[in-house]
């Protein structure tokens, strides 16, 4: 079913022609850096991990990370408008797929992607030591608060179509525990994926750990949720420049306008995974609310108490304080330096 409703979505492709982008070698790298290296294979109802193993990479790839429900379909129609100058009708979720989702079939979204001649950029929910990592490409890492997340996915989860969930729990080698039914409220939803670190999504803390220790890395730019919504037109700016992507000052306006939640909403049909199809509500039941801090008049004093202790102990306090407010991160980014240089 998730393979047929992907390959629909995708069947009238249009693929302006993309620009901007530089090789490695134009940016000089310090000899000291250390790059990650891939340590582990990753399988969950959802993920693949080998198929990275394949990809094959070229120097203007641009690799778009973050856990579930924090921005990741924004952060992918922000680099869309930004490489095809505020085009119409963009088939993001077909020629920007999600690279280790097991849906549809790994091999092909690999030939999908090695046919493509435009500069490519794909989105992955895998932390960083199940992720191959490339020094020839560019990676945005995208962050939100985890109560927000929780929220977001409860109602991403509560509106499933009956048997979706049941499809999801039966794929082959499924590992972690199934989804199963969500419950109706919220408070025990949020207990069981904090108690449970993550459950029954998967692990919440090391994944951000994990990109937040290589923050310092040329290729590397930390962006968080609260950032783009209170300034999105810096952030569009900023993301444009770590991508070496020059903007042209006609497209401007165009570029922004298809960038807000509202127009996202409005024209989701192709940005979307599997057209929204899985969804009860559909394309509007994905791109819900968008806004942050929904738990705020409903999380108990002792569970705010109880989240902010664990981001402490699983982040330490300066990652803990930039994933609640977003600040923090670029003062000590490599790639943040370089752009205000």
């Keep these: 079913m998730m393979t047929a409703a992907y390959a629909a979505q995708g069947m009238e492709m249009r693929v302006p022609r993309s620009k901007g982008g530089s090789p490695p070698s134009q940016t000089p790298i310090p000899a000291h850096l250390v790059y990650p290296r891939k340590v582990r294979e990753y399988a969950h109802h959802l993920f693949d991990s080998t198929v990275w193993n394949a990809f094959d990479f070229r120097d203007d790839d641009i690799v778009i990370g973050a856990y579930a429900k924090c921005g990741t379909t924004w952060v992918q129609q922000i680099v869309a408008q930004l490489l095809f100058d505020g085009a119409e009708d963009i088939d993001i979720a077909r020629i920007s797929p999600w ?3 097991r849906f549809p079939d790994k091999a092909e979204k690999l030939d999908l ?3 493509q001649e435009q500069r490519r950029f794909v989105k992955t929910h895998l932390p960083v030591d199940a992720l191959v990592f490339s020094r020839r490409a560019k990676y945005i890492y995208l962050g939100r608060d985890g109560r927000d997340v929780v929220w977001s996915l409860h109602n991403h989860h509560a509106n499933f179509k009956p048997g979706v969930v049941r499809k999801i729990d039966s794929v082959p080698h499924r590992t972690g525990p199934p989804l199963g039914e969500t419950p109706p409220a919220i408070l025990p939803y949020f207990r069981r994926w904090l108690h449970g ?3 029954p999504w998967w692990p919440y803390w090391q994944h951000v750990r994990s990109w937040w220790q ?14 783009l919504k209170a300034n999105l037109p810096a952030q569009i700016r900023r993301i444009a420049a770590f991508l070496n992507i020059p903007i042209d000052a006609s497209k401007w306006s165009r570029i922004l306008e298809h960038c807000t939640f509202n127009y996202m909403r409005a024209h989701s049909i192709r940005s979307i995974p599997f ?10 039941t994905f791109l819900h609310k968008g806004t942050n801090g929904r738990w705020r008049p409903i999380l108990p004093a ?4 109880r989240y902010e202790a664990t981001a402490r102990t699983h982040l330490g306090p300066e990652a803990a304080h930039w994933l609640a407010t977003g600040q923090g991160a670029q003062a000590e980014s490599y790639a943040a330096a370089r752009l205000r240089s």
């Design 275 to 284: 057209a929204g199809g899985l969804w009860k509500g559909g394309l509007r």
């Design 99 to 101: 690279l280790d989702c």
């Design 214 to 227: 290589i923050r310092h890395l040329p290729n590397v730019m930390l962006l968080h949720f609260a950032e």
């Design 113 to 115: 992607l090695a046919a």
């Design 197 to 199: 670190n993550g459950c």
């Design 302 to 305: 002792a569970d705010v108490a």
